[in-house]
């Protein structure tokens, strides 16, 4: 996924009304937690996993909700 496709998915999220900001919010809150989980471990952190929490945060962000 490249930074446009991130910014493209963060919209659609954005706009979704299918989802609430509660479960984007959640969402946000896991991966951010898997991050972490694989950094104190000392493991790789996939690329996808990073444009994920990119595109979440930004969504929430274009949500009007704080990070």
């Known amino acids: 996924m490249m ?3 991130v910014s493209r998915r963060a919209r ?3 706009l979704d009304p299918a ?3 509660y479960e984007v919010w959640r ?3 896991s991966v951010r937690g898997q991050i ?3 950094e104190r471990e000392g493991y790789p ?3 996808r996993l990073l444009y994920a929490r990119k595109s ?3 969504a929430n962000r ?3 909700n704080p990070d």
Do not use: H, K, V
């Open 36 to 38: 972490y989980t694989l």
């Open 3 to 5: 930074p446009d496709q």
């Open 27 to 29: 969402t946000l809150r």
């Open 45 to 47: 952190i996939p690329i």
């Open 56 to 58: 979440l945060e930004l």
């Open 19 to 21: 989802l609430s900001d």
């Open 12 to 14: 659609e999220l954005a």
């Open 62 to 64: 274009n949500r009007g």
